[in-house]
């Protein structure tokens, strides 16, 4: 049930924080420095919304907790792995720990939801049972139990970013980033979305969201990451899109 991803993803807490950068900078073989001198903590359980104009380094910060990017200066280090200096060997395990979504879904196209989940696992080696377990608690968490055997080109936006949101939580992870999750998506469906982000917060996953919905960001108030011109110039609970005065 629910809560068994809860009481997983609980497992092994010691206090120390799911995400810190120590005085990060991005730096791309263009020389275009896309972030500087970041430095930032997420605790087990907390909720945040990296926000900031085109180009302020949002994706640039997710991928850098992923190792898709790799930083110039400074720390980073998740769910227990540096990730600065990470042998290239190790990185599967890191991903592992870290559920990640996108505007796009990027779902395989020629598997079904479930198959899309399962997939996630598969890679791993796990046991054949204990996968059929966690996918179907995914698609229970994220709603899509009845859609579980449709095509991704057989579901609407929304449902296909449950579908991916299964997928990077299939494997019960500590952290669960999502890279402009709504940017498809109609506003009432973009809530909804949302809305199952916070419900995956409350089972005790650490979510960090990049976006650009002002209106969802001002409206939770939860905390906001502000990011411009790849530097870190707000970092505020229960903040609003915008910096106020
Ligand atoms: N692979 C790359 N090579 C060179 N420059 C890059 C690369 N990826 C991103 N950049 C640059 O780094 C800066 C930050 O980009 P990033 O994608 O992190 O911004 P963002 O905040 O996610 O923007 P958006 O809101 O448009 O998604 C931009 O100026 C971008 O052009
Ligand atoms: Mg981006």
Do not use: C
Not at 191 to 198: A, C, P, Q, S, T
Not at 217 to 231: A, D, H, I, M, S
């Amino acid at each position: 049930m629910m809560s068994n991803l809860a009481d997983m993803t609980n497992v092994g807490e010691g206090g120390s924080p799911v995400v810190s950068l120590n005085n990060v900078s991005v730096r791309y073989p263009s020389g275009h420095v896309a972030l500087a001198g970041v430095s930032l903590t997420l605790n087990r359980g907390e909720f945040a919304f990296l926000v900031g104009p085109s180009g302020a380094g949002k994706s640039s910060l997710v991928g850098l907790l992923v190792r898709d990017v790799l930083p110039f200066a400074g720390e980073v280090h998740v769910a227990g792995y540096s990730v600065h200096d990470l042998p290239a060997s190790e990185v599967p395990y890191l991903r592992r720990r870290v559920g990640v979504v996108f505007q796009d879904f990027r779902l395989l196209q020629r598997r079904t939801v479930r198959e899309n989940t399962a997939f996630a696992l598969e890679v791993t080696g796990a046991p054949v049972e204990e996968i059929e377990v966690a996918v179907e608690r995914a698609l229970r968490i994220v709603g899509l139990g009845k859609l579980a055997d449709r095509y991704p080109d057989a579901l609407s936006g929304g449902e296909q970013q449950r579908a991916a949101i299964a997928r990077a939580i299939v494997g019960n992870p500590e952290l669960l980033i999502a890279d402009e999750p709504t940017g498809n998506l109609d506003p009432l469906i973009s809530w909804e979305i949302m809305e199952l982000l916070g419900q995956i917060n409350q089972l005790g996953v650490t979510v960090l969201v990049a976006t650009h919905d002002s209106d969802i960001v001002t409206t939770l108030r939860k905390r906001v990451l502000g990011l411009e011109g790849g530097r870190l110039i707000r970092d505020e609970q229960r903040g609003t899109y915008h910096r106020v005065g």
